[in-house]
T-cell receptor
Protein backbone atom coordinates (compact mmCIF):
# COMPACT_ATOMS: atom_id res chain seq x y z
CA UNK A 1 0.00 0.00 0.00
CA UNK A 2 1.29 3.41 -0.96
CA UNK A 3 1.71 6.03 1.76
CA UNK A 4 0.47 8.73 -0.59
CA UNK A 5 -3.24 8.35 -1.31
CA UNK A 6 -4.81 9.75 -4.44
CA UNK A 7 -8.49 9.97 -5.33
CA UNK A 8 -10.20 9.25 -7.58
CA UNK A 9 -8.26 6.43 -9.23
CA UNK A 10 -10.10 7.03 -12.50
CA UNK A 11 -11.90 10.11 -13.77
CA UNK A 12 -13.73 10.74 -17.02
CA UNK A 13 -14.81 14.30 -17.70
CA UNK A 14 -16.11 16.46 -20.48
CA UNK A 15 -14.37 19.59 -21.64
CA UNK A 16 -16.85 21.82 -19.82
CA UNK A 17 -16.72 19.99 -16.49
CA UNK A 18 -15.03 21.09 -13.28
CA UNK A 19 -13.46 18.36 -11.21
CA UNK A 20 -10.71 17.96 -8.64
CA UNK A 21 -7.99 15.43 -7.94
CA UNK A 22 -7.00 14.90 -4.34
CA UNK A 23 -3.79 13.75 -2.69
CA UNK A 24 -3.07 13.03 0.96
CA UNK A 25 0.05 11.99 2.86
CA UNK A 26 0.76 11.58 6.56
CA UNK A 27 4.52 11.09 6.46
CA UNK A 28 5.24 14.63 7.63
CA UNK A 29 6.65 15.54 4.24
CA UNK A 30 6.57 19.27 3.58
CA UNK A 31 7.14 19.16 -0.19
CA UNK A 32 4.37 17.93 -2.43
CA UNK A 33 4.34 17.58 -6.19
CA UNK A 34 1.97 17.13 -9.09
CA UNK A 35 3.24 15.26 -12.13
CA UNK A 36 1.58 14.43 -15.41
CA UNK A 37 2.54 11.25 -17.22
CA UNK A 38 1.59 10.22 -20.74
CA UNK A 39 2.02 6.66 -22.00
CA UNK A 40 5.65 5.59 -22.51
CA UNK A 41 6.96 8.94 -21.24
CA UNK A 42 8.57 9.86 -17.91
CA UNK A 43 6.63 11.88 -15.34
CA UNK A 44 6.53 15.56 -16.23
CA UNK A 45 6.63 18.02 -13.33
CA UNK A 46 3.70 20.43 -13.09
CA UNK A 47 3.73 22.03 -9.62
CA UNK A 48 5.72 21.90 -6.40
CA UNK A 49 4.53 23.06 -3.00
CA UNK A 50 7.01 23.58 -0.21
CA UNK A 51 5.67 24.27 3.27
CA UNK A 52 2.22 24.78 1.76
CA UNK A 53 3.45 27.51 -0.57
CA UNK A 54 3.60 27.14 -4.33
CA UNK A 55 7.29 27.18 -5.21
CA UNK A 56 7.33 25.82 -8.75
CA UNK A 57 4.86 26.18 -11.60
CA UNK A 58 6.28 24.64 -14.74
CA UNK A 59 4.31 26.95 -17.06
CA UNK A 60 1.19 24.86 -16.62
CA UNK A 61 -1.97 26.17 -18.34
CA UNK A 62 -4.41 27.94 -16.01
CA UNK A 63 -7.04 25.25 -16.60
CA UNK A 64 -5.03 23.33 -13.97
CA UNK A 65 -5.18 25.01 -10.57
CA UNK A 66 -3.32 23.54 -7.60
CA UNK A 67 -4.21 24.06 -3.98
CA UNK A 68 -2.50 23.01 -0.76
CA UNK A 69 -4.99 23.45 2.11
CA UNK A 70 -2.56 22.06 4.71
CA UNK A 71 0.65 20.12 5.04
CA UNK A 72 -1.05 16.78 4.36
CA UNK A 73 -3.32 17.63 1.46
CA UNK A 74 -2.79 18.65 -2.13
CA UNK A 75 -5.54 19.23 -4.66
CA UNK A 76 -5.54 19.79 -8.38
CA UNK A 77 -8.61 21.59 -9.69
CA UNK A 78 -9.50 20.93 -13.30
CA UNK A 79 -11.62 23.16 -15.51
CA UNK A 80 -12.19 23.33 -19.27
CA UNK A 81 -9.65 20.63 -20.02
CA UNK A 82 -8.75 19.43 -23.49
CA UNK A 83 -8.60 15.82 -24.73
CA UNK A 84 -4.80 16.09 -24.86
CA UNK A 85 -4.84 16.57 -21.08
CA UNK A 86 -5.82 12.91 -20.73
CA UNK A 87 -3.00 11.29 -18.76
CA UNK A 88 -2.00 9.73 -15.47
CA UNK A 89 -1.70 12.44 -12.81
CA UNK A 90 0.73 11.52 -10.09
CA UNK A 91 1.10 13.14 -6.71
CA UNK A 92 4.36 12.77 -4.80
CA UNK A 93 5.84 14.01 -1.56
CA UNK A 94 9.29 14.35 -0.03
CA UNK A 95 11.24 16.20 2.58
CA UNK A 96 12.05 19.58 1.05
CA UNK A 97 15.67 19.92 2.12
CA UNK A 98 18.43 20.96 -0.25
CA UNK A 99 19.43 17.38 -0.88
CA UNK A 100 22.96 17.74 0.37
CA UNK A 101 22.79 14.37 2.04
CA UNK A 102 23.23 11.46 -0.32
CA UNK A 103 19.97 9.63 -0.80
CA UNK A 104 18.00 12.44 0.75
CA UNK A 105 14.67 13.69 -0.56
CA UNK A 106 13.31 10.41 -1.81
CA UNK A 107 10.08 10.98 -3.71
CA UNK A 108 7.15 8.83 -2.67
CA UNK A 109 4.43 8.62 -5.30
CA UNK A 110 0.75 7.97 -5.01
CA UNK A 111 -0.90 5.40 -7.28
CA UNK A 112 -2.13 8.14 -9.58
CA UNK A 113 -5.41 9.36 -10.97
CA UNK A 114 -6.04 8.29 -14.54
CA UNK A 115 -7.87 11.12 -16.29
CA UNK A 116 -9.76 10.87 -19.56
CA UNK A 117 -11.09 14.04 -21.13
CA UNK A 118 -13.78 13.50 -23.73
CA UNK B 1 21.50 18.14 -24.37
CA UNK B 2 18.91 16.63 -22.04
CA UNK B 3 19.66 16.92 -18.34
CA UNK B 4 19.25 13.20 -17.68
CA UNK B 5 19.66 10.69 -20.48
CA UNK B 6 18.86 7.00 -20.61
CA UNK B 7 18.76 4.44 -23.38
CA UNK B 8 15.02 3.69 -23.71
CA UNK B 9 15.68 0.08 -24.79
CA UNK B 10 13.89 -2.23 -24.66
CA UNK B 11 16.46 -4.56 -23.19
CA UNK B 12 15.20 -8.06 -23.91
CA UNK B 13 17.01 -10.67 -21.78
CA UNK B 14 16.44 -14.28 -20.72
CA UNK B 15 15.79 -15.26 -17.14
CA UNK B 16 18.99 -15.55 -15.18
CA UNK B 17 20.87 -13.01 -17.28
CA UNK B 18 22.80 -10.06 -15.93
CA UNK B 19 21.80 -6.70 -17.36
CA UNK B 20 23.15 -3.21 -16.81
CA UNK B 21 21.67 0.22 -17.45
CA UNK B 22 23.46 3.53 -17.53
CA UNK B 23 22.16 7.03 -17.02
CA UNK B 24 24.12 10.21 -17.71
CA UNK B 25 23.42 13.61 -16.21
CA UNK B 26 24.56 17.04 -17.32
CA UNK B 27 24.52 19.05 -14.07
CA UNK B 28 27.82 18.44 -12.29
CA UNK B 29 26.40 19.97 -9.10
CA UNK B 30 23.75 17.23 -8.79
CA UNK B 31 23.73 15.68 -5.34
CA UNK B 32 21.14 12.92 -5.03
CA UNK B 33 20.61 10.02 -7.37
CA UNK B 34 17.97 7.34 -7.49
CA UNK B 35 16.67 4.44 -9.50
CA UNK B 36 12.91 4.02 -9.64
CA UNK B 37 10.99 1.14 -11.09
CA UNK B 38 7.67 1.64 -12.85
CA UNK B 39 5.36 -1.17 -13.87
CA UNK B 40 2.88 -0.68 -16.68
CA UNK B 41 0.06 1.69 -15.64
CA UNK B 42 1.41 1.95 -12.09
CA UNK B 43 3.24 4.66 -10.18
CA UNK B 44 7.05 4.84 -9.98
CA UNK B 45 8.44 3.17 -6.88
CA UNK B 46 11.86 3.70 -5.38
CA UNK B 47 14.18 0.83 -6.19
CA UNK B 48 17.27 2.24 -4.56
CA UNK B 49 19.18 5.40 -3.82
CA UNK B 50 22.65 5.63 -5.34
CA UNK B 51 25.59 6.48 -3.13
CA UNK B 52 29.08 7.61 -4.09
CA UNK B 53 30.58 4.48 -2.61
CA UNK B 54 28.23 2.24 -4.58
CA UNK B 55 25.55 0.17 -2.95
CA UNK B 56 23.97 -3.21 -3.30
CA UNK B 57 20.55 -4.57 -2.44
CA UNK B 58 20.22 -8.26 -3.16
CA UNK B 59 20.50 -8.77 -6.92
CA UNK B 60 20.70 -5.04 -7.58
CA UNK B 61 23.87 -2.94 -7.55
CA UNK B 62 23.96 0.80 -8.13
CA UNK B 63 27.06 2.86 -8.79
CA UNK B 64 27.81 6.53 -9.22
CA UNK B 65 30.67 7.96 -11.24
CA UNK B 66 30.82 11.69 -10.52
CA UNK B 67 33.84 12.30 -12.75
CA UNK B 68 32.03 10.97 -15.80
CA UNK B 69 28.59 12.03 -14.54
CA UNK B 70 26.76 8.77 -14.83
CA UNK B 71 25.00 6.28 -12.63
CA UNK B 72 24.48 2.63 -13.34
CA UNK B 73 22.16 -0.16 -12.27
CA UNK B 74 23.20 -3.80 -12.50
CA UNK B 75 20.63 -6.56 -12.14
CA UNK B 76 21.96 -10.07 -11.63
CA UNK B 77 20.03 -13.31 -12.10
CA UNK B 78 17.10 -11.55 -13.80
CA UNK B 79 13.61 -12.69 -12.90
CA UNK B 80 10.45 -12.44 -15.00
CA UNK B 81 9.14 -10.06 -12.35
CA UNK B 82 11.99 -7.64 -13.07
CA UNK B 83 10.26 -6.67 -16.32
CA UNK B 84 9.46 -2.98 -15.94
CA UNK B 85 10.68 0.48 -16.85
CA UNK B 86 13.63 1.72 -14.82
CA UNK B 87 13.74 5.48 -14.30
CA UNK B 88 16.89 7.36 -13.39
CA UNK B 89 16.24 10.40 -11.15
CA UNK B 90 18.71 13.13 -10.32
CA UNK B 91 18.20 15.87 -7.73
CA UNK B 92 20.06 18.85 -6.41
CA UNK B 93 22.38 21.30 -8.04
CA UNK B 94 23.42 24.92 -7.84
CA UNK B 95 21.50 26.60 -5.05
CA UNK B 96 20.52 23.26 -3.51
CA UNK B 97 17.48 22.68 -5.72
CA UNK B 98 15.46 19.73 -4.54
CA UNK B 99 13.56 19.38 -7.79
CA UNK B 100 13.98 15.91 -9.24
CA UNK B 101 14.77 15.42 -12.91
CA UNK B 102 13.69 12.18 -14.54
CA UNK B 103 15.30 10.31 -17.36
CA UNK B 104 12.95 8.92 -19.98
CA UNK B 105 13.28 5.42 -18.55
CA UNK B 106 14.78 2.15 -19.78
CA UNK B 107 12.41 -0.69 -20.58
CA UNK B 108 13.45 -4.18 -19.46
CA UNK B 109 11.75 -7.33 -20.68
CA UNK B 110 12.82 -10.59 -19.07
CA UNK B 111 11.62 -13.65 -20.98
CA UNK B 112 11.55 -17.36 -20.03
Amino acid sequence: DTEVTQTPKHLVMGMTNKKSLKCEQHMGHRAMYWYKQKAKKPPELMFVYSYEKLSINESVPSRFSPECPNSSLLNLHLHALQPEDSALYLCASSRPTGGKTEGANVLTFGAGSRLTVL
Amino acid sequence: RKEVEQDPGPFNVPEGATVAFNCTYSNSASQSFFWYRQDCRKEPKLLMSVYSSGNEDGRFTAQLNRASQYISLLIRDSKLSDSATYLCVVKGGTGGSYIPTFGRGTSLIVHP
